[in-house]
């Protein structure tokens, strides 16, 4: 059995945004309408081949809800990118995403970050939230995405991949396209 280079990355964002349903599709394929909550952390792993090798990603999707703080501190040390999701339906996730930033870094100060607008099939075409320009303040790519069609789930975690070795994206992602 082949052996890859195992990278850690994290889903971070307040609960609903859609994390858990974004590592389903991704890992197993699926989307399921209705979800319970994460418990401090669903693990999955999932092999990834680039260009420049394959590796395998272990993805670590962190309960969202206010009182799982504490537990999450300990999932983020050897982090080594992190997907900022936001729920393109509730602007208030995006606004959220600064916390999430500082309570990562406390941890894994060198993560890499993407900001992931999730949930684009339930907003009208050209709908923007401010994703793209937090972003581009963070000096970081933004992606939109759609666990339920699977728009954008797939470049989201070989992103991910790219940004938790240094290597460069493929392309910098302003209209959710790619």
């Known amino acids: 059995m082949a052996t890859y280079p195992l990278l850690k990355v994290v889903l971070l ?4 945004v859609g994390k858990t349903s974004l590592a389903r599709r991704y ?12 418990i401090g952390v669903d693990f999955q792993t999932k092999v ?9 990603l272990s993805i670590w999707d962190v ?6 703080k504490v537990v999450r501190e300990g999932f983020y040390r050897g982090s080594l990118s992190a997907a900022l999701v936001y729920d393109m339906t509730q602007p ?14 406390q941890y894994a100060p060198n993560v ?8 684009v099939d339930l907003v009208p075409p050209g709908t923007s939230v401010g994703g793209e320009e937090f972003a581009h303040s963070l000096g970081v790519p933004h992606l939109l995405t759609s666990a339920k069609d699977g728009l954008g789930v797939e470049q989201m975690f070989v992103d991910l991949a790219r940004l938790a070795v240094n290597l460069p994206l493929d392309v910098t992602y302003n209209d959710g396209g790619g």
Do not use: Y
């Open 13 to 16: 964002g307040d609960g609903n």
């Open 27 to 38: 890992c197993e394929g699926m989307f399921e309408e209705s979800r319970i909550m994460t």
């Open 48 to 56: 990834v081949g680039m260009p420049e090798g394959t590796v395998k």
């Open 63 to 68: 309960a969202g809800q206010p009182h799982f």
């Open 92 to 105: 208030s996730t995006l606004a959220n995403l600064l916390g999430w930033i500082e309570e990562v870094q």
């Open 112 to 119: 890499k970050f993407a900001v992931i607008g999730n949930k």
